[in-house]
């Protein structure tokens, strides 16, 4: 597969400018799956390291140019940058930890990804010293993970820093599984398309156009939209909007802010404008989203 086709996901299925609203993120393999009909396509994460825990066995996977099925429980640590894909048993269990170092604080970021974690590692349970723990720490990381408490993130962090280092130990015990892929440079289009989205990060909240954004980048507007259609499957006004909402997700599930400042700090000057495209992309209106991650 030519390297331009392989889309750069935050989490799958969504794009590259930000799909949640944690550095940390925890879900169930199934919950995810299941809207891709148990396929995850081939694609990569280039500012995010996941775990993923197989707590059952049959799942076939391809990292980089490697492909495996697995035979028992598994643990798979892909860092950022690294291709892969799975293909999932309607009856798998199993967790994913996603880690988007960038928005962590230097010294815990630097710290969730040990100098042995570099790379990609496969740990089968008969291989792992440490699979109980791991498992255990995992149960505990997705109970934390539904708090809305003040020690909510110190407490995702320090779980996630102790089952990469779990991990990690073992893989200084044990060869990893097959010869595993470096981690691949990216193309012009897909650098100029991770460019733009640094900068929709850094401005989403100020009035620029898409010809703003180009000629930031020394690019024209139609060359602009034609790499994001191309390397994110998006125009750039929808990513624009799409980080624009998530800020306002964020806004809506942890401040008590009105519905109009959450509008104007999310980079939207008219507060209707905003709430219609608000009901428009998530299905809910600010005020019934707000409601939904109180109940």
């Known amino acids: 597969m030519p390297q331009r086709t392989i889309p750069s996901y935050e989490l799958y299925g969504e ?18 799956s299941s809207q891709h009909d148990w396929t995850i396509r081939l694609h990569r994460h280039r500012a995010m390291a996941q775990v993923f825990l197989f707590r059952t066995a049959n799942v076939a996977y391809r990292l980089g140019d490697v492909t495996h099925r697995t035979s028992e429980p598994h643990i798979l640590f892909v860092p950022p940058g690294f291709v892969h ?10 967790d994913v930890l996603s880690i988007r170092t960038g928005d962590l604080p230097p010294g815990p970021s630097e710290a969730l990804l040990p100098a042995a ?13 440490n699979f109980a723990d791991i498992e255990a720490t995992f149960q ?3 109970r934390i993970y539904r708090r809305m408490n003040v020690e909510r993130r110190t407490l995702l ?21 097959g010869t595993l892929p470096t981690s691949e440079r990216l193309s012009r289009h897909e650098q100029q398309a991770e460019d733009f989205c640094a900068l929709v990060e850094q401005d989403f909240r100020e009035e620029l156009s898409v010809g703003d954004y180009a000629r930031k ?33 964020r806004l809506l599930e942890y401040t008590r802010l009105s519905i109009s400042e959450i509008a104007l700090r999310s980079g939207f000057r008219n507060p209707p404008f905003f709430s219609r495209t608000f009901r428009q992309c998530v299905g809910l209106s600010p005020k019934s989203y707000r409601s939904s991650k109180e109940a």
């Open 85 to 94: 894909g799975f293909r999932f048993d309607e009856d798998v269990e199993g």
């Open 15 to 32: 794009l590259l400018s930000g799909a949640s609203t944690d550095p940390i993120h925890h879900e169930l393999i199934r919950d995810r």
């Open 157 to 177: 962090e320090t779980l996630t820093q102790l089952i990469l280092t779990y991990i990690a130990g073992d893989v200084r015990r044990h060869a990893t599984i």
């Open 217 to 249: 980048l020394g690019v024209s507007p139609p060359h602009l939209t034609r790499v994001c259609r191309k390397v994110l499957g998006e125009s750039p006004n929808g990513l624009i909007r799409q980080r624009r909402l998530l800020e306002a997700k």
């Open 140 to 142: 505990q990381l997705a």
């Open 117 to 129: 974690m570099q790379v990609p590692c496969v740990l089968a349970r008969s291989d792992s010293e």
